[in-house]
């Protein structure tokens, strides 16, 4: 435990993880809950604690859902809310000429809805009169606040010039960012990565010159573009942007999965933030906990979720999907979860598997009365997600 403050100790509550995968926030062999900290290894962080005011919006607490294209949409949004502790949510990445021309993919993306809130809405693109155009939508359409992508490292986005592209291009990023912040009152935000690679980590100073642009605030993942999703998450890289900015309030971010990797990022970084992205799929009492440990109680920090809970959950979401989206594609959009809820929501393998193939709302339920009858009798511990995605963006997850 070399590099961690020692009150915030990251042995795992069995003991059966090896502090090296805890302390690295990686997937222990065994797929323990490292990470996690007994209720007597924690002690009061020294951080700041409760609300932030972020862009004159008043967040209740320091934990924000990040957002996951595919994943963060209206209905994951509304039912994780439902749990506690959702400082803030984004909406997956939007286009902006899609939005302002009106795909109905586009708009179904900024759905919303008043228990929504607070909501950020993300939008990406190359060019900059689009990104204009769709803030002053947003905004003329009573969104309170706009992200600007500047982190995906897709090469749809960055063949285009927009996503992680734009930080190869200071100036253009500084153009595109000062004419989005210009042309709303709605405050404008930042979400990048370190840099495109190791040899360009241009993100401290960007993050320096959007501040001077008026930009509110700054997420950080803390990887490169090159990257991806592999490796482990550069800390003193965020470190370093948290340093380069005056006032505004940095967010980091990447591979945070238990109440102690959220705070030993907020300890070794500085940063006013974190936000969860995968981490919430896995656990998505993760936001619930780390509010509740703030607030003294240490026990919410391992505290499993009534059984009842856990399957209202479960039905809760694919409910709310369905009444967004009809039975077709609530079914479709909702079997990518299961690999995600499975080990966490007490799921038996076999209806793990049934839940990621099934077709209709009546099998649904189906699924979810067998789930309650035999919750809690899965074998493995380790969530299917983690293991099905060789190449996947969860490769080191
Ligand atoms: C499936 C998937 C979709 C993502 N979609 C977005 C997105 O729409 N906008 C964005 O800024 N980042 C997106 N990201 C990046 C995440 O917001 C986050 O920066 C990254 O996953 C690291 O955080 P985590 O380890 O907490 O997930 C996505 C990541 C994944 C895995």
């Not at 951080?47 to 963060?72: D, E, Q």
């Not at 960012?177 to 241009?202: F, H, I, N, Q, Y």
């Not at 979720?305 to 079914?331: C, K, N, V, W, Y």
Request: net charge neutral; with cysteine.
């Amino acid at each position: 435990m070399t590099d961690f403050e020692p009150a915030l100790s990251t042995r795992a509550a069995d003991g059966g993880a090896s502090d090296g995968g805890a302390t690295q926030g990686r997937v222990a062999p065994d797929g323990a809950t490292h990470g996690n900290a007994t209720a007597a290894s924690l002690a009061p962080p020294s951080f700041a604690l409760g609300p932030l005011v972020l862009g004159g919006r008043t967040l209740a607490t320091r934990y924000f859902l990040a957002p996951l294209a595919g994943y963060t949409h209206l209905s994951f949004r509304r039912v994780i809310r439902r749990l506690g502790g959702v400082g803030l949510a984004t909406t997956d990445l939007v286009q902006a000429s899609h939005l302002v021309s009106g795909t109905p993919w586009a708009r179904k993306l900024v759905a919303t809805h008043a228990s929504d809130n607070p909501l950020t809405v993300q939008i990406f693109g190359g060019e900059l009169r689009h990104l204009v155009a769709a803030a002053r939508w947003l905004e003329d359409h009573g969104y309170e606040a706009i992200d600007i992508n500047m982190g995906c490292p897709m090469a749809k986005l960055t063949g285009s010039g927009g996503g992680a592209r734009l930080m190869c291009d200071g100036d253009g990023a500084c153009r595109l960012v000062a004419e989005v912040v210009g042309a709303v009152k709605v405050p404008v935000t930042v979400k990048m990565r370190l840099g495109w690679d190791r040899s360009r980590l241009t993100a401290p100073l960007l993050a320096e010159e959007f501040e001077q642009l008026g930009v509110a605030g700054i997420t950080i993942h803390g990887r490169t573009r090159q990257q991806g999703f592999t490796g482990g998450v550069d800390l003193d890289g965020i470190a370093q942007v948290v340093a380069a900015v005056k006032s505004i309030p940095v967010v980091g971010n990447g591979d945070v999965r238990t109440v102690a990797d959220a705070w030993r990022m907020r300890q070794v970084t500085g940063c006013a933030a974190v936000a969860i992205g995968r981490g919430a799929l896995l656990d998505p009492w993760i936001f619930r906990r780390l509010a509740r440990a703030e607030a003294g109680d240490w026990q919410a920090v391992n505290a499993t979720p009534p059984a009842d809970e856990q399957i209202d959950f479960l039905r809760s979401h694919f409910e709310l999907m369905a009444e967004q989206h009809g039975e077709g594609l609530a079914t479709q959009t909702f079997r990518k979860f299961a690999a995600w809820y499975g080990a966490r929501l007490g799921i038996p393998e076999d209806l793990e598997d049934r839940l990621r193939r099934f077709e209709t709302c009546a099998e649904f339920a189906e699924i979810v009365s067998e789930i309650t009858a035999r919750h809690g009798t899965r074998q493995r511990p380790i969530p299917t997600a983690l293991i099905r995605v060789p190449n996947g963006p969860n490769e080191h997850w």
